[in-house]
């Protein structure tokens, strides 16, 4: 089935973030202080951020590999109320695999949920309506 649903590349908009919290050591903080203090960085969250980038680049090759092999998407997928109901029409269900962010429609009912999608697995971030979110609780992994 040809899936009409909406994949944006994985380059970050305003407002597309999440919130991640790090725990660090003092000594290793006064550290990052110290390199913001010197100028290097405008602020700690600068820092860790150039840390994450660098990180994400050295291991780049493993991501487009895992990503290709676990066939998984990478950005925005976003389901439309009309999406979900072609694939209901078809009878089919959908396993979303999303590298990013996998995003269902405010307009998506509960049982039109249950119904198109199988499975959910997200590594970024889920968004859905709260009784969407309860539905598929049991298949989001």
Known sequence: MKRSSTTI????????????????GVVDLGHVDLLVQEGF????????????????ALHADTV??????RTLTVGLQ???R??????VASGQRLQIQ?????????????ELALAAIESVTVL???QASP???RALSDRVH
Not at 41 to 56: F, V
Not at 64 to 69: E, F, H, L
Not at 82 to 87: K, P, Q, S, Y
């Open 82 to 87: 009309t999406d979900l109901e072609a694939v």
């Open 64 to 69: 487009k590999q895992t990503v290709a092999r």
């Open 41 to 56: 960085y405008s602020n700690r969250s600068d820092l860790i951020r150039t840390a994450l980038r660098n990180q994400l």
């Open 131 to 133: 009784a969407v979110r």
């Open 98 to 110: 999303v590298v990013g962010l996998a995003r269902i429609a405010d307009d998506v009912p509960p």
């Open 124 to 126: 970024g971030a889920f």
């Open 9 to 24: 590349e994985h380059r970050q908009r305003a407002g597309e973030t999440e919130k991640m919290t790090v725990n660090v």
């Open 78 to 80: 976003h389901y439309s």
